[in-house]
């Protein structure tokens, strides 16, 4: 039975036990009374908070029980949030904002002005902004303009990039046919200069600057640029400093995203490689990002979304233990990502997700607590929003937001009311990034207290049924041999395509209401026009003009370089080291060519 | 009746958004329509090529990552140069589209795009209608390539309308240098992974070798089919190797009607080696062997069969010069190779017995495979590993 098989197994054995000591606390009345007494403790300590109105509230909301069973199977079954089996949320607070005194609203008259405490209680952290915008376009100048404008209001410097097309693929602009492609749809890198230039200005071991990059198949590459990178700006110390998540899941490529470019198992010695470097070197920076948005994007349900994210992180996990990496280092250093849409699963998909992975990382892999955690960014469905009257993508967006905080995700993305035309365009960004400030700090939903919607009858019922269906997931992929197996088999990437038709078909037929498209249509076609971020001729140029002169400069060392690269690879040792040198004189598409070349090349699946 | 219509499909380079594609191809094929579909992050160059190769009648593009006024232009301009300005352009992108960049698009040479929220019945009546009506009188070739993909094309419809039946064509009487090989087995098998990885190493023997190859996909009579071979192969997209993809159009046996014929001009057409692939186990799936068309018969196995007495049911274990157990690295593969082994030792009758692993790189065992096939000695020996 392989990893995947004993997690479901251990999910099973988790639930009997918490149905075991729900009777335990009926019938062991020590037990019941020690429950009760922990609850009791628990309520007391709960602080109480103010909105802006005057109305007390609770710090922390939770189910009004005082039947020792119920409690235990409140705390073993779910947990408060930041407890396992963190179903309510993986840190104890999140998106609260600071504590509004009772004293002082009662003493300033009633006008709830907010004040701080005057002596801070420092055991309550402050909330990290979960706010971290997508963003990438043209050359690396112009999206480090738009990473500045998109920061200049928050506290923390968390930024996201998008990559171009080629960038994506591993390849140079300077390659056969892609000249209309640079600067498309994200940001053109192909040098660690252009690297040096993206992020310029910004303090790149700052505890309060993070980079996200969405890259997955030139992934180590791309790494070991953005290292360089900060290597040239201040000094190797930064390093271990630096902050951040890339992408780099290969099984969501083979899935759904199609951008593998070498074959499944380089492209996962050369993830590992990278996993066994940066759990090491830069304990602040996750290497992955396990994905499930593209497998939902390219059409899955949501259930089949969660149970593939689900079990590629378990054969992720299994991978890295191989390699002889603990657990409890590569586990703290793993992220996940899923996307948010309108199906009722949203209710409750990522909160089962986060307790189905903190209870198989305990009992399968035996993770301590922090390697337990689901770290999770949700970005708001771009298939969801449509072209027709698209500014109802305003509405779509704001409901999924709603549902992604319900889920405590600890990173978010709003999508722009424009994405089904372009990268989005200032002003459309500016409302995406207000969503979800309205949503935060705007409304008094999220600010005021923790697990402020969980645990209604209807969520429940939504999360029993997600939790069956994600198992069965499980099991199917388990009696295909395991994860690598079903991939190869096509099995996960054949399950989307029918879902994806299946969708498609429920659009054409009205079974799927789409307001605007299939349902109360304005009757015309016309499409609105859109302010259209597009690359400049001129910029693409210079582009490749850059790239020329860099290959130019490097053209005798490089050489040298990449046969170094490939003698590292054919050894089968680690090759990350040798990528960071690498990256200092060859460009992308001159690695990843030679690479192929020892490797081979990806060969698609359709 | 007429002649299905031929469209090939694709998606652009750089770009891996293929959910509509797969959706639009799906809803063309259930309308008649053969599909030629060539995948993902294809290039201008692949898809001409294979756009001309194919002799279809128009090329449907899926683009979502932007790049696409260049991208389309170039394709059609790229057609021109070819002197295949009779191939037609059209595609969509969803909302990535603007009606000014089709607009310009238009202007460039392309057909038609297709909007957000245009339905699929739309598209379908649009390649019915645009696409549909018999070709003109052909204009004269400008290319080898294209009079080939003219002359097949001719052999196939001729066999729709009836003008032609199943004939007795042989290659050719004077000698030809060309070495003809069948490749069959079951699906899954991997035979199309296979091919790929032998062409690449057809193409480093030397630099001017051309390999012709003919695969099929299954089809009922008015019908549609997806030929989908040439999306998962990476090396046969290349100028000196010339693909045709053809759907069996009813016909029982993995062969279309036109098969023979057209392997019979493929067969004198001055390549170095023909590919034929066909799927099926029985004596059907290769009838042109010995005396016939093609030099040497490769049966391709999974060891995943079943039990040993599913072998008794492989005619073509009988048959084939040389059988290959594909995906030897999966566990089952020893008793395969084992069961099989003895079955060939049993035949008494020189076939090659091979290991393989198609989908690694430099797979020793595909080395081997390619040294008996390109090689010109009769088998001599009764076992290999």
């Not at chain 1, 909160?351 to 992975?357: D, M, N």
């Not at chain 2, 392997?263 to 009838?287: C, H, K, N």
């Not at chain 2, 999966?330 to 099989?340: G, K, V, Y």
Request: glycine letters at 8%; one cysteine or more; proline letters at 4%.
């Amino acid at each position: 039975m392989s990893k995947l098989g004993q997690v479901v197994e251990s999910v099973e054995k988790y639930n009997q036990f918490v149905l075991d000591q729900v009777k335990r606390a009926r019938t062991d009345q020590k037990f019941g009374r020690d429950l009760l007494g922990r609850w009791n403790d628990i309520k007391a300590k709960i602080p109480t908070t103010r909105a802006p109105t005057g109305l007390p509230l609770p710090r922390l909301a939770l189910p009004e029980i005082d039947e020792p069973g119920e409690i235990a199977r409140f705390l073993f079954g779910e947990g408060l949030p930041g407890e396992f089996p963190f179903l309510n949320g993986a840190y104890r607070e999140m998106y609260l904002e600071p504590i509004r005194e009772i004293e002082s609203f009662e003493k300033n008259g009633g006008n709830g002005r907010a004040r701080s405490p005057s002596a801070p209680d420092k055991k309550i952290p402050q909330a990290e902004e979960p706010t971290r915008l997508f963003s990438g376009l043209m050359l690396a100048e112009d999206t480090n303009e738009r990473f500045h404008y998109l920061t200049r209001h928050q506290r923390t410097h968390r930024l996201s990039t998008a990559f171009d097309g080629p960038t994506l693929y591993g390849i140079d602009s300077d390659a056969d046919g892609v000249f209309g492609k640079i600067g498309e749809g994200g940001v053109a890198i192909d040098t660690v200069e252009d690297m040096v230039r993206l992020y310029d200005g910004f303090d790149l071991g700052s505890a309060t600057f993070s980079a996200s990059m969405t890259i997955s198949g030139p992934a180590p590459i791309i790494m070991a640029m953005y290292i360089a990178a900060a290597k040239r700006r201040f000094g190797d110390s930064v390093v271990p400093k630096l902050r951040g998540t890339i992408q780099a899941d290969i099984f969501k490529e083979v899935q759904a995203q199609n951008e593998t470019i070498f074959p499944i198992e380089p492209s996962l010695r050369f993830l590992t490689d990278m996993v066994e470097f940066t759990t090491r070197e830069m304990p602040r920076w996750y290497p992955i990002s396990i994905s499930g948005y593209h497998i939902g994007e390219a059409g899955s349900t949501p259930v089949q979304q969660a149970a593939y994210t689900l079990s590629n992180g378990f054969a992720y996990a299994e991978m890295f233990a191989s390699r002889g990496i603990p657990v409890d280092q590569f586990g703290p250093r793993l992220s996940f990502f899923l996307d948010c849409g309108l199906d009722v699963e949203y209710i409750a998909l990522a909160r089962v997700s986060r307790r189905l992975w903190a209870i198989g990382m305990r009992e399968v892999f035996g993770a301590g607590p922090k390697a337990q955690l689901y770290k999770l960014h949700t970005q708001t469905s771009g298939r969801s929003l449509i072209a027709a009257e698209f500014k109802n993508n305003l509405t779509r967006t704001a409901a999924e937001l709603m549902l992604a905080y319900m889920n405590a995700t600890n990173s978010c993305h709003s999508n722009s009311a424009d994405e089904p035309f372009t990268t989005p365009s200032e002003e459309w960004i500016r409302l995406a990034a207000h969503g979800q400030a309205i949503l935060l700090e705007e409304s008094g939903i999220f600010k005021h207290t923790m697990n402020m919607l969980s645990g209604s009858p209807g969520m429940k019922a939504v999360e029993r049924a997600v939790e069956a269906a994600i198992l069965e997931e499980f099991r199917e992929i388990e009696r295909l041999g395991g994860v690598l197996a079903a991939v190869e088999d096509r099995y996960q990437r054949s399950q989307i395509q029918n879902a994806s038709h299946r969708y498609e078909q429920q659009i054409n037929e009205g079974i799927r209401p789409i307001i605007g498209l299939n349902r109360y249509r304005n009757g015309s076609d016309d499409m609105p026009e859109v302010k259209l971020a597009r690359t400049p001729r001129k910029k693409q140029q210079l582009q490749v003009d850059r790239l020329t002169k860099f290959k130019k400069k490097n053209a005798e060392k490089s050489k040298r370089a990449l046969d170094k690269l490939a003698a590292v690879v054919e050894s089968g040792k680690n090759c990350f080291p040798e990528l960071l040198e690498a990256v200092e004189i060859c460009s992308l598409g001159q690695i990843t060519g030679r690479l192929q070349e020892v490797v081979g090349r990806f060969r698609p699946m359709v | 009746m007429a002649a299905p219509i031929r469209i090939l499909t694709a998606v652009p380079i750089c770009d891996g958004h293929d959910s509509a594609i797969n959706t639009i191809n799906l809803e063309f094929i259930r309308h008649g329509i053969e599909v030629v579909y060539l995948g993902y992050h294809r290039s201008v160059g692949d898809i001409v090529r294979a756009a001309i190769q194919e002799d279809v009648r128009a090329i449907g593009i899926s683009s979502y990552n932007g790049g696409h006024i260049e991208f389309f232009a170039e394709v059609v301009a790229v057609l021109r140069k070819k002197g295949a300005a009779d191939i037609k352009v059209f595609g969509g992108g969803g909302g990535t589209i603007t009606h000014e960049d089709a607009a310009t698009m238009r202007r460039k040479g392309v057909d038609e795009i297709f909007f957000a929220g245009t339905s699929l019945e739309e598209m379908v009546k649009f390649v019915h209608q645009r696409y549909g009506k018999p070709r003109a009188k052909r204009a004269r070739a400008k290319s080898p390539d294209i009079e080939l993909a003219h002359q097949l094309t001719e052999i196939e419809d001729g066999y729709v309308k009836r003008k032609r039946s199943t004939s007795n064509a042989q290659r050719s009487t004077s000698k030809s240098e060309t070495r003809v090989i069948g490749f069959t087995g079951p699906g899954g098998a991997g035979k199309t992974t296979l091919i790929d990885e032998l062409v690449l190493r057809f193409l480093n023997k030397d630099r001017q070798s051309r390999v012709a190859i003919l695969s099929h996909d299954p089809s009922v009579i008015g019908e549609g089919a997806l030929l989908g071979d040439r999306a998962t192969m990476i090396n046969s997209q290349n100028d000196r190797v010339f693909m045709r993809s053809m759907a069996t159009r009813g016909q029982a046996g993995g062969l279309s009607p036109a098969t023979r014929d057209c392997l019979a001009l493929l067969a004198r057409s001055g390549f170095d080696y023909v590919i034929i692939e066909t799927v099926g186990t029985g004596q059907e799936a290769m009838p042109f062997q010995k005396n016939g068309i093609v030099d040497q018969t490769v049966l391709v196995m999974n060891p995943d069969y079943g039990s040993r007495l599913q072998l008794q049911k492989i005619v073509m274990l009988d048959l084939a010069d040389i059988v290959v157990v594909n995906k030897s690295d999966l566990q089952r593969a020893r008793t395969a190779h084992a069961e099989i082994e003895q079955r060939l030792e049993q035949n008494r009758r020189s076939q090659r017995l091979v290991d393989t692993v198609a989908k690694r790189h430099r797979d020793a065992g595909v080395d081997k495979l390619f040294g008996l096939i390109s090689g010109n000695a009769k088998a001599t020996h009764r076992k290999s590993k």
